[in-house]
């Protein structure tokens, strides 16, 4: 198995960290992995809310000044069936 795509968002605001985790997510099959970095506040409530209406499952890890958003894509409509 790869290393998931380290999307690194830090330092961009609202909405850009949302645009780029769904950028990359694009195209990738039902249970690949994509870790976005983010130091914007809104991406807090953003990223989950995006996580959720697509399906992907979200865990997320405090790293001090920025957070560590891990998607498993499809994780969720996965599950459900």
């Not at 959720?52 to 069936?81: F, N, P």
Request: hydrophobic content about 45%; aromatic content about 4%; glycine content about 8%.
């Amino acid at each position: 198995m790869s290393e998931p795509a380290v999307v690194d968002a830090r330092g961009t605001r609202c909405p850009v960290p949302v645009i780029r985790v769904a950028r990359a997510a694009q195209g990738l099959s039902p249970g690949a992995s994509l870790v976005l970095l983010a130091d914007d506040v809104a991406a807090r409530s953003d990223v989950p809310a995006w996580a959720r209406m697509r399906g992907h499952g979200l865990t997320l890890a405090d790293e001090g000044s920025w957070t560590r958003y891990t998607v498993v894509v499809g994780a969720t409509a996965a599950r459900s069936t």
